[in-house]
Structure formats: C-alpha cells, structure tokens
C-alpha cells in the first residue's frame, strides 16, 4: 500500500517515500499524528498552531505529536519561514510506503498499531469523500464531470490482485510524471483512493 502527495518542494532523494518499518510504524500509528503529517505533506510547512487551527486540535496537542514525528524521522525544522520564534514544520518525505508482509506473526503491540494505521487511512479517505460531495455544487461544472465514484468486483488470484495494484500504480505514475506545472489555469490537486481486497460470498 502506498500513499503518495504531490510534493510541496522540488522532488529530491529525500522526498523519496519511505518504506514502514516497526520502529517508524509505531511512532505513526497514531490519529492525529497521521494528520500532522497529511497536513504538512499536502500544505507545506506550517507552524503547531497553525496545524491547531487547521484541525480543530490545541497548539499543545499538535506541538507535541509533531515532536513525536520529528523523534521518528517523519518531519523536520523548517528554516527560512516565518519572522518570529514560533518553529515551522515541514513533511521529510512525499509519502509512505506500507508493506504488510513485514509485519505478519508481530507481537499484539505491533498488531495493534498496525491496526490504528489502517483505520486511520479509511477514516481519512472516507473524510475526504464526505467533503467532496458536501462541496461538490462549490466546483465548475467541469470537475463534476471529471470525478469518479466507482466499485467493481472480479475473480483474481493473489498474483493477479497484486499484478492490478501494480499497474494501477504505475499509471497513475505516468500522471505524475506528466502533471501540469503550478498556476496551470484549471489544474487542480486531485486525491485518488484505490481499495483491493477480498470479501466473502456468503
């Protein structure tokens, strides 16, 4: 599983997804980090209480999960923002990369954040929806037409699921690679959510 922003910044080495580890996915696996951190990757730097603002959380919360991310690698200082003393945050990589074949026959604490991670990823591609149909009369009429909604079932094998997450990626990649330079009239960030996974037929 993989989640990818535009970057904010130039692409460099640094902004290079970074693969999840126990180490690094204990110190994520938490709501409101996950936040900070969607925040600072898709905003740019910002300050702990301008996150506070923008998420409806205090500047003490924000100020100390951000320090928690920093502890593990996921956000550094900002220098260079910003005229008073307040410090500036910004996003260390473009996006995260989750294997969970690393994680499989883990301890229960490792389980757990596992767990939290995940929910957490739903709990956001459900807020991000819910947004885009509360606003959706908000858009030019050329966006609603440009928008999708879909679900779709197949009969695939493990090799085949994961051969259709491949090339889904790797398209939308070619997007990426494409995309249309900044102040581009009518270019906007677009947000893509794929889901694969297996239900029962009973």
Known sequence: MQEREEPTTPASDELAPRTLDAR?????????????LGALRRGGPATASQLAAKLGES???????????????????????????????????QGLIYDSTR????????????????????????????????????WPTEWSGATDMSDMTLRLTPELATELVARMHE?????????????TPDAEQVRIHTHVFPISQD
């Open 24 to 36: 690094s996915l204990r110190g994520l696996a938490h709501p409101l980090r996950m936040q900070l």
């Open 59 to 93: 500047s003490g919360a924000t100020s100390y999960h951000l320090r928690q991310l920093a502890a593990h690698g996921f956000v550094e200082d900002a220098p260079g923002h910003g005229k008073g003393r307040e410090r500036w945050w910004k996003a260390v990589h």
């Open 103 to 138: 994680f499989t026959g883990s301890d229960p604490e490792l389980r757990g954040a596992a767990d939290t991670f995940l929910h957490e990823i739903a709990n956001t591609h459900t807020r991000e929806l819910s947004t885009w149909i509360a606003t959706r009369n908000e």
């Open 171 to 183: 398209l939308m990649e070619t997007y990426r690679a494409s995309a249309p330079a900044e102040g």
